[in-house]
């Protein structure tokens, strides 16, 4: 389908020439819940809105898409692929994206709450204010992930490597570090007393001398 408004009837229709895909296509608003839309492209399309919740996306591609408050809550977004999309502010609660690759993309506000990521890859993604407690980031390599002012609370960043990153800001109670690599991690707006988090965790001079500030200490 080509530059269309897609309807839940249109994607209820089945695919005469192979695998489903979407290009150039508004989808605002649309209710598609519970749909089988297995291994189904989105090319630049507008999903403003829209609501996949309990659909089945198992290999979907999301290429280019803007879809600011989108609705995948209990979606199975199992090896899914996210590049270079806005899902700002949208709801993945509850969602299966194990293997899933989000690349390049605003997931700004977005909330993840008890949503499976096992094995799910980031790479340059905008998590800001984003809801991710309780998730497990063990032993993963993020590269310029953005989570300032994320709800990071009891995740799991043991012998995780941080590469221009941000936790400015994060909410981090119970979360764990031990063997974190944290050196390519702004820590801006960490506190002092909350530096025990990091224990066991690798941290730059400058790092170190910014937190000892706090007690007036100098590093040189």
């Given at each position: 389908?080509?530059?269309?408004?897609v309807?839940?009837?249109?994607?209820?229709?089945?695919?005469?020439?192979?695998l489903?895909?979407?290009?150039?296509?508004?989808?605002?608003?649309?209710?598609?819940?519970?749909?089988?839309l297995?291994e189904?492209?989105?090319?630049?399309?507008?999903?403003?809105?829209?609501?996949?919740?309990g659909?089945?996306?198992t290999?979907?591609?999301?290429?280019?898409c803007r879809?600011?408050?989108?609705s995948?809550?209990?979606?199975?977004?199992?090896?899914?692929?996210?590049t270079?999309?806005?899902?700002?502010?949208?709801?993945?609660?509850?969602?299966?994206?194990?293997?899933?690759?989000?690349?390049?993309?605003?997931?700004v506000?977005?909330?993840?709450t008890?949503?499976?990521?096992?094995?799910?890859?980031?790479q340059?993604?905008?998590?800001?204010?984003?809801k991710?407690?309780?998730?497990?980031?063990?032993?993963?390599?993020l590269?310029?992930i953005?989570?300032?002012d994320?709800?990071?609370?009891?995740?799991?960043f043991?012998?995780?490597q941080?590469?221009?990153?941000?936790?400015?800001?994060?909410?981090?109670?119970g979360?764990?570090?031990?063997?974190?690599?944290?050196?390519?991690?702004?820590?801006?707006?960490i506190?002092?007393?909350?530096?025990?988090?990091?224990?066991g965790?690798?941290?730059?001079?400058?790092?170190?001398a910014?937190?000892l500030?706090q007690?007036?200490l100098?590093?040189?």
């Open positions: 389908m080509n530059q269309a408004v309807t839940r009837a249109d994607l209820l229709e089945p695919c005469s020439d192979g489903r895909t979407l290009v150039d296509c508004v989808l605002d608003e649309g209710d598609f819940s519970g749909l089988d297995t189904t492209t989105f090319e630049r399309c507008s999903l403003r809105r829209a609501r996949f919740d659909a089945d996306l290999g979907a591609r999301f290429l280019r879809g600011p408050e989108a995948f809550i209990q979606a199975e977004l199992a090896e899914a692929a996210m270079g999309c806005d899902f700002s502010n949208g709801l993945l609660r509850r969602a299966r994206l194990t293997s899933a690759r989000i690349q390049g993309t605003k997931l506000g977005a909330d993840f008890d949503a499976g990521l096992l094995g799910t890859t980031f340059e993604v905008l998590l800001s204010f984003a991710l407690p309780g998730m497990s980031f063990r032993k993963a390599k590269q310029r953005d989570f300032s994320a709800d990071l609370r009891k995740c799991d043991r012998l995780t941080f590469e221009d990153c941000s936790l400015r800001g994060a909410s981090l109670d979360s764990r570090f031990e063997q974190a690599d944290l050196r390519g991690a702004d820590l801006g707006g506190e002092l007393r909350d530096a025990r988090l990091f224990r965790a690798v941290i730059s001079r400058l790092q170190a910014e937190l500030s007690l007036g100098e590093v040189r």
